[in-house]
């Protein structure tokens, strides 16, 4: 989200804080804008939504805490602005910086923050995911916006039950350098089979750190190393995910819209890139039997 206009602290005042002593722009990303704030006993995040995102904002939340009282590694949640014009979620600051920055600095290390990293995305798995996400059109399935994969995917048998975070990258993963510290943005979370997400995290390793740049000061060598741990990590802990194929296709079909071009919005994919996306999805649909 690119609008400078953005007043955090007149966003806080409409959720009830008491006057903050900083407010810190963090990020923009595509849809929204993260600000770390001090209040004196410690710091928060605000993460800011464009309008109109008030009913993915609920389901977020929802999602956070189910995750949370699961045992896993998730801000907690203290305030939800609930203006549509400009939804808000005041959470918990999570220690340390985000896995991709910890890369940066010490890319030594990749093989075992990938470990914890896959330890995390095992457990993740483990959780059933909470009502919210059985709702009517939010289907794993259907987020691929592609009729004949649909049908394709549902001749199969899937796991429907399993919590999927669908954006598990290292940027949205905190670390402290020993342990997960956060896993953020749960967004696109969805209900399904594990392998789907499994398969989203491999597709963005793959083609999205070349594509988008965003883990691109990071080498290749790098990410290899840290989606080898990722890979033994979530193996130790949830055995080895089977006949991936199908999944990998689906994925590679996500990604084409997901980081399609969007009028005024910096970061779509190029037609080249488009255009390798559309090769790996069709190795895998090969590699499917389709
Ligand atoms: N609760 C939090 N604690 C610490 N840092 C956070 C927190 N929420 C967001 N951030 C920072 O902001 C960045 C973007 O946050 P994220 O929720 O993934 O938003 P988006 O992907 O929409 O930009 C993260 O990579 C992290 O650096
Ligand atoms: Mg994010």
Redesign the pocket.
Known sequence: ?HDNSLDARQILRDLGVPAPVSVAR?????????F?VNLGDG???L?VYGAGQMDGLWREVEVMEAARQAGLPV?RVHAVGIDDERPALL????????V??ELKARPWSARHQGVLFGRTHAAIHGVRAPAVLHELGRSWIAWARDDELGARLSERTHREDALLHL?YHP??V?TDGGAIT?V??W?NARAGDPRADYARTLSILRLDAEVEGRLAPIARVVIRRFELGWRQGYHEAAGEPSDLAPYLAWAGTVMQHDRAPRPGVPGGLTPERLNHIRTWTAEWKRRAGW
Request: some cysteine.
């Open positions: 989200m963090v990020t923009g990303g595509r849809d929204t804008a993260v770390r710091d928060r995040a993460r801000p959470m918990e600051w999570c220690r340390g910086r985000p991709t920055h954006d940027l949205n905190m956060g953020l943005d967004t």
